[in-house]
């Protein structure tokens, strides 16, 4: 079995065979005619609303080759929610000039789950705007997803510079739980700290 062959094969996989997803691997070994055929094929997938595996898929085929389309897709709205959160952070990781935060706040209100999970994961929080902390709080007080609230719970400490270094583990530990806390005044009480905290680091 060639590269392009096994390239081919995973997407019979099913399942849990499929947990590893489509990593470097499949790209590695191939010739610069697999991989352009590659492209083409994963092109056609995110074309059609795409997935997350398909835009990652994409870009390890041939990053600066994808920016451009998966660009026009992203800003022509033709992507579905998990591949819209794919595109958003590899153009953000590849350096494309496209505006990518409304599209991580969108995902992070998603009804899929899995988009919001992943969107909370991937926003960058460095900085931190007014409206990725908004989204992260709006997560944390209503997501019943737990992966999900742990990825805004986190990016939320990371954008305001709480670590377990720069406040002490007590006091970490603290606003952490009550972030994570089914109080809602122990979240509220948490928010206010944080907000203290990131005035008097600015």
């Known amino acids: 079995m060639n590269a392009y062959q096994r390239f081919l094969g995973f997407f019979e996989m099913h399942n849990k065979e ?24 994963l092109l056609e997938k995110v074309e059609a609303g795409g997935s997350e595996e398909s ?38 990781r590849f350096g494309a000039d496209v505006p990518v935060l409304p599209v991580f706040i969108k995902g992070m209100s998603s009804a899929d789950s899995e988009a919001r999970t992943n969107a909370a994961y991937y926003v960058p929080v460095d900085p931190l705007t007014d409206g990725v902390k908004a989204a992260f709080e709006k997560m944390i007080r209503t997501e019943t997803t737990q992966l999900a609230r742990i990825h805004a719970v986190n990016g939320l400490l990371s954008g305001c510079g709480v670590t377990k270094e720069s406040v002490g583990k007590s006091t970490y530990l603290e606003i952490y739980r009550g972030l994570h806390s089914a109080d809602m005044r122990a979240k509220e009480a948490a928010f206010e700290r944080l907000d203290a905290i990131r005035q008097t680091m600015n």
């Open 55 to 92: 835009v990652h898929g994409l870009f390890r085929a041939d990053s600066l080759r994808a920016i451009e389309p998966v660009k026009a897709l992203l800003e022509s709205g033709r992507l579905r929610p998990r591949a819209e959160i794919a595109a958003a952070w590899n153009l953000c």
């Open 18 to 41: 499929r947990l590893d997803g489509l990593d470097d691997s499949y790209f590695a070994a191939m010739s610069c005619d697999e991989r352009a055929r590659a492209f083409e094929f």
